[in-house]
């Protein structure tokens, strides 16, 4: 089984920063690529950021120049740098993986179980 685990989310000021994790665990013969999303109550879970095994990054552009992401292949672990936080980025992040686990060739999405973020004054 496969398992990934946020870290860092809680209250901060607009303007302030706060750092994300997320370790992937498990069966894993590779990861080709992680990234993360963000959800608000009545709203579609959206893409915020990735970086693939190359370390090709891509971004939402609401984020762009305010976020980092960054990955650790010693670690399987994802960072989410996130710097001038506002209100609208409240949300609970979640974090994903796409790889391959060992014995099975069928690449598979993964996700985590979210942690929440919350800018405000």
């Known amino acids: 089984q496969v398992q990934l685990v946020e870290s860092g989310g809680g209250l901060v000021q607009p303007g302030g920063s706060l750092r994300l994790s997320c370790v992937a665990s498990?069966?894993?013969?590779?990861?080709?690529?992680m990234g993360w999303y963000r959800q608000t109550p009545g709203k579609q879970r959206e893409f915020v950021a990735k970086?693939?095994?190359?370390?090709?990054?891509t971004y939402t552009d609401s984020v762009k120049d305010r976020f980092t992401v960054s990955r650790d292949d010693a670690k399987n672990m994802v960072v989410l740098q996130m710097n001038s936080l506002k209100p609208e980025d409240t949300a609970v992040y979640y974090c994903?993986?796409?790889?391959?686990?060992?014995?099975?060739?069928?690449?598979?999405?993964?996700g985590g179980q979210g942690t929440q973020v919350t800018v405000s004054s």
């Open positions: 994903s993986a796409g790889l391959t686990k060992f014995g099975v060739t069928s690449y598979t999405i993964y």
């Open positions: 498990g069966s894993i013969a590779r990861i080709q690529s």
């Open positions: 970086i693939t095994s190359d370390g090709t990054t």
